[in-house]
C-alpha cells in the first residue's frame, strides 16, 4: 500500500476499517478498540504498527503497555477503549464487512472492486482501471 500511495499522492484515498475476526483470534476486539482509542488522540497508525509488531502479545495489560510506548494519555486511552463510540464504530465496520462479503483479513477494495491481485502492479493496474473510469 505505501508504494501505491507513494505512486498516486493526490488520486488515491486508503480508508482503514476494523473487522476483527474474533473467532480466530482471541484478542482480535481488544486490538481494534486499541487502535480506534488511539486514533482518537492522533496516534492510529503509531497503534496500528505496534498491534502488527506484536501481533502474539495483544492481551489487554500489553495494550496499555504500548499506549504508553507511543505517548498516549493512558487513562484516556483506557476510557476511549470502552467507549460507546468505539464500539459503535467497531460493529459498523463489521457489518459493512459482513455486507460486502469479507472474510478475512487484510482484505482490500479500489472504488467498490475487489481486490484479487494484491502485488505492486495489481494494485497499479486496478488504481489506473478506476482513474480512466473516472475521466
Known amino acids: ?18 473487522f476483527p475476526l474474533t473467532s ?10 486499541a487502535a480506534l482509542a488511539a486514533h482518537k488522540q492522533g496516534k492510529f497508525w503509531a497503534m496500528h504498527d ?13 495494550l496499555t503497555e504500548y499506549a504508553k510506548d507511543i505517548g498516549l ?3 484516556q486511552f483506557e476510557k476511549d477503549m470502552t467507549s460507546p ?3 459503535k464504530q467497531i460493529d459498523e465496520e463489521s457489518k459493512l464487512a459482513a455486507d460486502s462479503q469479507v472474510n478475512g483479513t487484510p482484505t482490500l477494495f479500489i472504488n467498490g472492486k475487489r481486490v484479487t491481485n ?9 488504481v ?3 482513474l480512466k473510469q473516472k475521466s
Open 128 to 130: 489506473d482501471e478506476a
Open 1 to 18: 500500500m505505501d508504494e501505491v500511495l507513494k505512486a498516486y499522492p493526490k488520486e488515491v484515498k486508503f480508508i482503514y476499517k476494523q
Open 24 to 33: 480466530l483470534h482471541q484478542n482480535a476486539m481488544g486490538a481494534a478498540r
Open 85 to 87: 463510540e468505539v464500539l
Open 73 to 75: 494519555d493512558v487513562a
Open 50 to 62: 505496534k498491534l502488527f509488531q506484536n501481533q502474539k502479545a495483544l492481551q489487554p495489560d500489553k
Open 118 to 126: 494484491r502485488t505492486v502492479d495489481g494494485l497499479k493496474q486496478q
